[in-house]
């Protein structure tokens, strides 16, 4: 894969050199069970103990707080989901289905979605309105940064006033964590995903304020504190701690060569190709990510096709939905129409794309996407 162009870094992320070193590490020395009592338990317990202070570290996590492995972003979600009463639950069409599946399985809960501005941006004010607008609700799912578009939300705006409140709020933070500081309070529970910030796939995490409050989503052995029963997978863990460290250590300095080269990207697509679009515009977001809708008689879906006849890998929306011809409910909820939709592609940097990459793969596109119009 050395001549692949890899640009869709919102799907996953190559597995840090740092992480896979953890990794085989743990594979290798640390393979006991960290339940057990004697040397071999306590040297696999420690790559558990030292991986979660560096993931509680990464989102400067306030002391007291509880992390729990989970398998990844989706089960997380789901732990919280399906652990509330019934009653009402206020979250928007941007968040990953995983959101929208779990609430749909709860014949009991009453799903609000609040009014999404054109730019995908989320309005606090509106948000709490409608919060207010009724019986308090159950439950307020909002995600740190949208996967599509890359957009970030206003979180900050609402941990308080929601906390005042006594309305608990749920925060998908597995698109920012990786990329930008967490600039909010914490909230009630924050969910995180290893594959999106140079870790491994299978792992993620659960994190509450404190004790957490919810009843186990697997029962059995009472691993991680009682919450999420199972033998914790430490090689994965240890993929995960060695990968948030390497956040913490380079996110800043990261976060502003991939805005530049971002915008340099877009400055020369919109040149290239006339009629073409940046969504997002006016909204703070990922530095990473561009959401660009090609001029008219374009289909993301063929030039996509033809940059990956290129070897370069980009998306046509979120990567979960591919293969589905319905457009994209975070598109659809910006107020685009499905025609439009049809146009837009999703390219999502990370550490290992250079000026270079990028350079090439705007010539590349102008060319596909120039050459593919009528
Ligand atoms: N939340 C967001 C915003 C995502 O982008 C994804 C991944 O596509 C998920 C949740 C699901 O994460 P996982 O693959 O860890 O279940």
Redesign the pocket.
């Known amino acids: 894969m050395s001549d692949m162009l890899y640009l869709d870094h919102?799907?996953t992320t190559p597995v840090l050199p740092e992480a896979q070193e953890a990794m085989v590490k743990a594979v290798s020395e640390c393979w006991g069970n960290p339940s057990s009592s004697h040397a071999a338990g306590r040297a696999a317990r420690a790559v558990v103990d030292k991986a979660r202070r560096a993931i509680l570290e990464m989102i400067d996590a306030e002391r007291g707080a509880q992390l729990t492995f989970t398998?990844?972003?989706?089960?997380a979600?789901n732990h919280v989901i399906s652990s509330a009463p019934a009653g009402r639950v206020i979250t928007t069409a941007l968040e990953?289905v995983?959101v929208h599946e779990a609430a749909a399985r709860r014949s009991d809960l009453t799903v609000e979605l609040v009014e999404v501005e054109e730019n995908g941006h989320v309005d606090a004010l509106r948000l709490l309105d409608l919060v207010d607008a009724g019986d308090s609700p159950v439950l307020v799912c909002c995600?740190a940064a949208?996967?599509e578009t890359g957009v970030v939300q206003p979180i900050g705006e609402l941990v308080r006033p929601l906390r005042a409140r006594e309305v608990p709020l749920l925060v998908?933070a597995?698109?920012m964590a990786g990329r930008l500081n967490l600039n909010f309070e914490p909230p009630d529970y924050l969910?995180l995903?290893a594959?999106?910030l140079g870790g491994p796939?299978g792992v993620?995490a659960l994190v509450t304020r404190g004790p957490a409050d919810l009843p186990p989503f697997i029962v059995g052995g009472g691993q991680e504190s009682g919450m999420r029963a199972g033998t914790e997978p430490v090689p994965a863990i240890a993929g995960f701690g060695a990968a948030a460290q390497v956040v913490l250590e380079t996110r800043h300095e990261e976060a502003s060569r991939l805005w530049s080269l971002r915008e340099a990207m877009a400055k020369h697509l919109l040149h290239r190709l006339p009629g073409s679009r940046v969504l997002g515009l006016g909204a703070p977001r990922l530095p990473n990510t561009l959401s660009f809708m090609l001029p008219e008689g374009q289909t993301s879906s063929a030039v996509k096709a033809a940059l990956d006849a290129d070897g370069i890998c980009v998306s046509a929306g979120?990567?979960?939905h591919e293969g589905h011809a319905a457009p994209s409910a975070v598109l659809t909820a910006m107020g685009i129409s499905a025609e439009e939709a049809s146009r837009v592609l999703r390219i999502s940097m990370g550490r290992v794309n250079t000026a270079e990459d990028i350079g090439h793969f705007v010539e590349r596109l102008s060319v596909l996407a120039g050459g593919l119009s009528a």
């Open positions: 919102n799907a398998s990844g972003a989706t089960e979600i990953h995983a995600m949208n996967n998908d597995s698109q969910v995903t594959h999106k796939k993620g979120s990567s979960c």
